[in-house]
Every structure is written in C-alpha cells, then in structure tokens.
C-alpha cells in the first residue's frame, strides 16, 4: 500500500468515526471548535568554503547550507494547522536546496512536503493519540529548522539520520515527564515506499524528563530500504541526555 493509498484510507476512516461519535452521543467536548492557524518558516543563508569545491555544492554528505559562494533558500515552508482536542492535522509545504539535496529520491510533488499528517485521540484522557502521514523524525534532537536547534550548523548525528518519516505512529504520553512512541513506516526517511520493498520498518521512542533540566531519550529504528531480492537490514540505536 503506498502513501497516498494509507492517507486516503485513513481519512476515510476518520471521517466514519466521526460521523459515528457525533451522531451517536451529544458530547460538548465534540462540539468545540477547531483552532485553525497559518505559520512560515524561512531559512536563507550564505557559505563561502575555502576549499573552494568545483561547482555550487559543498559536500555529497550535507543536506543543509550546503552551497559555495552562493546566496540561497536552504528551507521555506508554509504550514497550515488544525487543532482539536480529539483531533489535529498539519500541512507544510517547502521549498530550498534542503528539499532539493535531502528529497532527492521523492518523485515530483512528494519533493515539496515537509509535513502531511491527521491525528486523532483514541482516549477520553487525550494522552493516546495516532498519527499518519509524513512528519518528522523521532530519532536525535535537531530538526531542519534552525530556529529550532541549539547550533546552526548540524551534526554529522542529523545528517546521517532521518530528518522525517512517514507511516503511522502511536503516541502515549500520561504525564508531562514520559512519552511512549511506536511507529510502522515506510523506510529510512522516505515518503514513499520503494518500489520492490514490501516489507515496513518499525520505531520506537521513550522520552523522560526527570527534571526541568535533564531530558533523556532513546529512539530506535528497524527496517530496509532495500527491494525483497536484495534484502539488507538497518539497525539504528540513539541515545541522548
């Protein structure tokens, strides 16, 4: 099943579960309005390297700022939101050499999301939701955001690990100190499931804030991006504090 067939189910089920609860119960949580919100982001940059490399690109394994002696968009998106407290959905779209160098395998348009995913709550306590779609990856703690990191520039940790993934992932967090993450997906930061693979990859995250200083996390990955002849596995393990 590709991305586009897994998103068009899921919102098809969605959209019979909610059908069903508002009919089937007057519940005042359900009548609540969605928060609605429109948000941008725009990351432009300028890096001269003394190396002096042939042509514009710096270096083969970069995804970020990596152009020589060239003003450029590295990332720009939209992101449009929708929030509720049993439901929620985000659509980004992007542009920059970040989606040009680190989308490369996507076909056509996939090149252009930067997020595309629904949630919905499947508790009373809205401590345990599930997610499909594209959205960012579990693994290490900078993102292509920069405003978002503690650095600039990036880790070799980040480069060489997804930035995001899509699939589906269920998502447990009871208090404000654990979350529980499990996740089926459709390969090592891909959209798209390669043609030939018909096996999913799997994740999992556990997140604990101890105190309001210390933040650990371990994030794990299990999968393949390799078609059924040719089957290789990758095991990834990251630890953080």
Known sequence: MNFK?????????????????????????????????ISGFLDVFYVFDFNRPQGTKRQSFLYNHNRHNELNVNLGFVRLGLEHSKYRANLALKTGTYSN????????????????HVGLSLNKKNDLWINAGAFASHIGFESAISTDN??????????NSPYF?????LTYKPNDKWQ???LIINGWQRIQLLQGNSLPSFG??????PTEKVTLNWST??????????RKMRYFNNFYG
């Open 5 to 37: 067939t897994q998103i068009k189910s899921l919102l098809i089920f969605i959209s019979c579960f909610s059908s069903y609860t508002l009919f089937a119960q007057n519940d005042s949580i359900w009548q609540k309005k969605p928060y609605l919100n």
């Open 101 to 116: 160098d680190n989308y490369s395998a996507e076909p056509g348009l996939l090149k252009n999301i930067f997020e595309a």
């Open 150 to 159: 503690w650095t600039m520039t990036r880790s070799l940790l980040a480069e």
């Open 165 to 169: 993934l899509s699939g589906a992932k």
């Open 180 to 182: 529980i993450v499990g």
């Open 204 to 209: 999992t995250q556990i997140n604990s804030k």
């Open 221 to 230: 990955f299990i999968g393949t991006d390799d078609p059924d002849t040719t």
